[in-house]
């Protein structure tokens, strides 16, 4: 069994069930990179102020990059006797360079230590997260692009509503997406304070240069208190939420493709390549993949609620029970990446039925709007109109028709104001050339949409 750090205070060995719960190099391991980075920088600075010397330093350097280099090519197991990725490292470390490498943690708690690991995978991850994100939302642009002429029924409560361009309808997920970046890059701010010179919790005797740290590993200040330091775990909550934001916008278009796939809509294709088929049924094609995102949005809800209760009753400062953090943090950015991955591919893989999606357009009364807009243009109030109209689309109704079959005499039993040129604001198309103010859905406003988005994106 490999020995503790901490094992000078036990009279007796760990147990080996406790061993096996308490560790967490299982998961932990992935720190590896930030562990070792964030070592290198704590080990400029202690040379830099007199702690160590220059030659010690450089001994512990060269160790330390030996040691990530045999973790990144695999030549280093994660031995499971070690409790934890810094463990690792540090008995890496003196088997390399002797008792030297013992003086690396001087003015450093596993504390502050494991705060600032997760701080830098944090910050790293969601730049990652940025730029997928950004790859999802150029496929949409790209979709909307290549169809921008059709047209489709916009729907609320799952009816038919009114008129919309197809462009229009992908463009709200590329708004969606553009606020989920936004909130990726605003939490940023709190995930890049350095924590590491707070020690346990009380802070350092060592005269420690926290600032030349921070600045070394990129970070924009140093935390202002060390109790609060150690116990933060905010920016993960920070992360879970933006995460789950985005799995909820992400699961709101896999639902629609979903239903767009099905016989009863008709409207998309999805590639044979991004479909599964049936163990039972010969002519299943499947939607799997928007299936499985969506499924997978419940997944990471439940670390946000897994971590918060975790969080939320913990006095000050540190508690075991943070050690929680990371299966739910790592397993959410895992579940994020490939769903993002995932989207941003399945979009180039749908072709649109054209035929089908202007035929629904066309029935289920989506231009009653207009027509009761018409009849305010006539001068009704818009209350009076829609009593009008609404009893229009009844008459309809009645007759098995559509508003723009019924004839100009039937129409003007209900208001003599309706006259010949009622039937240009009957046509689907007319409808969204009207809707051209900002955020409508008029062809030229959509074209500008989708050149602003291809300006904000640089593509």
């Known amino acids: 069994m490999t020995e503790k750090v901490w094992g000078g205070r036990f009279r007796e060995e760990t147990d080996s069930l406790v061993n096996k719960f308490n560790a967490s190099i299982g998961f932990d391991r992935r720190l590896y990179t930030q562990d070792i980075q964030g070592s290198m ?9 007199g702690i160590i010397s220059d030659d010690e330093a450089s001994k512990i350097l060269t160790a330390l990059g030996e040691i990530i280099r045999e973790l990144d090519h695999g030549d280093l197991s994660f031995d499971e006797d070690y409790e934890d ?61 290549k169809n921008f002429d059709l047209i489709m029924p916009g729907y609320t409560h799952l009816q038919r509503a009114q008129p919309v361009l197809l462009a229009h309808h992908l463009l709200a997920y590329y708004a969606m997406l553009k606020r989920d970046r ?55 909550l920070d992360f879970l939420f933006n995460a789950s934001v985005l799995m ?17 809509f008709g409207f998309i294709s999805i590639s044979d390549a991004f479909c599964t088929g049936s163990s039972i049924m010969p002519q299943k094609k499947n939607p799997d993949m928007p299936e499985l995102i969506r499924g997978k949005t419940g997944r ?12 939320k009753a913990l006095p000050l400062t540190y508690n075991k029970d943070m050690q929680e953090d990371k299966e739910a943090l790592f397993d959410t950015a895992d579940t994020i990446e490939i769903c993002l991955e995932v989207m941003a591919k399945l979009l180039g893989e749908i072709s649109f039925n054209n035929e089908k ?32 109209v609404g009893k229009i689309v009844l008459h309809a109704l009645d007759k098995g028709r559509e508003l723009n079959d ?24 007319s409808s969204i050339k009207r809707k051209s103010l900002p955020g409508g859905t008029g062809h030229d406003t959509v074209r500008e949409s989708i050149k602003k988005a291809k300006e904000e994106l640089r593509v």
């Open 85 to 145: 990725i810094h463990g690792l490292v540090e008995k890496v470390l003196v088997s390399k360079i002797g008792s030297l490498g013992e003086k690396l943690h001087t003015g450093r708690s596993r504390n502050d230590q494991v705060a600032l690991d997760v701080r830098l995978y944090v910050r790293d991850i969601t730049h990652h997260l940025i730029d997928l994100i950004k790859e999802t939302q150029i496929a949409l642009i790209k979709l909307a692009e």
């Open 300 to 311: 990471v809800y439940g670390h946000l609620m897994s971590l918060f209760t975790v969080m």
């Open 41 to 49: 920088a704590h080990c400029r600075m202690l040379a830099s102020q």
């Open 248 to 264: 909820m916008h992400l699961s709101r278009l896999s639902e629609e493709l979903i239903l767009w796939s099905s016989q009863e």
């Open 406 to 429: 019924i004839s100009l005499d039937e129409m003007r039993q209900f208001s003599r104001k309706i006259e010949e040129d009622v039937y240009e604001w009957l046509d689907p198309e």
């Open 182 to 236: 936004a909130r990726f890059n605003e939490s940023l701010k709190r995930v890049n304070i350095l924590p590491l010179g707070s020690a346990a919790l009380a802070g350092s005797t060592f005269n420690l240069d926290r600032k030349m740290v921070a600045e070394e590993l990129g970070f924009d200040g140093i935390s202002e208190n060390s109790m609060d330091a150690v116990s933060d775990r905010d920016y993960v």
């Open 357 to 388: 999606m202007k035929s629904a357009a066309k029935k289920g009364f989506l231009v009653a709007t207009d027509m009761a807009d018409y009849l305010v243009v006539k001068g009704m109030t818009f209350r009076e109109a829609h009593e009008i």
